[in-house]
């Protein structure tokens, strides 16, 4: 497998993400932030924070697999999530349950950000995703 995910000895153990990936690829494969549409371009589970993050989590694994790699690949995850406080995490961690088997989630390093707006109305989260592959 090319990427190892740990939590080194001295550092805080988070069940959902990763401190540390480690790659050995050759092919580095860089998502743009992924938000909640469809394949349509609707956007989905308008005012449901974690509907859009199961959404935004689909669109990348579909865009992880046009490029040959799965989340077992993913070594970063940067994810931004409009007006957030702590408060919102339950919702935020029942969208990635809600696709976590289905996607086969890897707990890669990641970073969550709180943003005031998106790019457009009604869109809550943002996620975009580095991977590499053999």
């Not at 000895?9 to 540390?20: A, I, L, N, T």
């Not at 956007?43 to 974690?50: E, N």
């Not at 289905?102 to 707990?107: F, G, K, M, Q, V």
Request: glycine share 8%.
């Amino acid at each position: 497998m090319p990427v190892t995910l740990m939590n080194p000895e001295g550092m805080m153990k988070p069940d959902v993400y990763r401190q540390v990936a480690i790659a050995i690829g050759s092919r580095q494969v860089h998502i743009a932030g992924q938000v909640a549409y469809d394949a349509d371009g609707q956007l989905v589970a308008r005012g449901d924070l974690a509907g859009q993050v199961a959404q935004a989590y689909r669109n990348v694994a579909i865009a992880l697999a046009a490029a040959g790699a799965t989340f077992n690949d993913v070594v970063r995850l940067t994810i931004y999530v409009v007006d957030w406080k702590h408060e919102r995490m339950p919702d935020f961690l029942a969208g990635i349950e809600q696709v976590s088997k289905e996607l086969n989630i890897a707990p890669a390093p990641a970073s969550l950000i709180g943003v005031c707006v998106l790019f457009e109305p009604g869109v809550l989260v943002e996620i975009e995703a580095t991977a590499v592959v053999d």
